[in-house]
């Protein structure tokens, strides 16, 4: 095998070792059904999260392996 062949390998090796996991969902009101702006929404027992968008949805990446804990809070509500 040549070591350009090599080098290919490796790398290609490399990117498959950390499979990135995509979250998307919404988060809003049970009562009214309206949206919640600007929760957290993270892993739990990590620094990895994101805040919601203007219409309560949310897109988070990780690397995390299964099963984790996802945190949903926002003040004035029961996380």
Excluded at 25 to 33: C, D, I, K, L, Q
Aim: charged letters at 15%; a negative charge; hydrophobic letters at 45%.
């Amino acid at each position: 095998m040549q070591l350009k062949h090599l080098v290919y390998l490796l790398l290609l090796l490399s990117f498959g070792l950390e499979a990135q996991i995509k979250i998307k969902g919404e988060v809003f009101e049970e009562a009214t059904g309206e949206p919640i702006i600007g929760a957290n929404v993270i892993i739990e027992g990590t620094t990895e999260g994101v805040v919601t968008e203007w219409d309560g949805s949310f897109e988070l990446q990780t690397s995390q392996n299964f099963p984790f804990v996802i945190t949903v809070s926002y003040l004035g509500y029961v996380t």
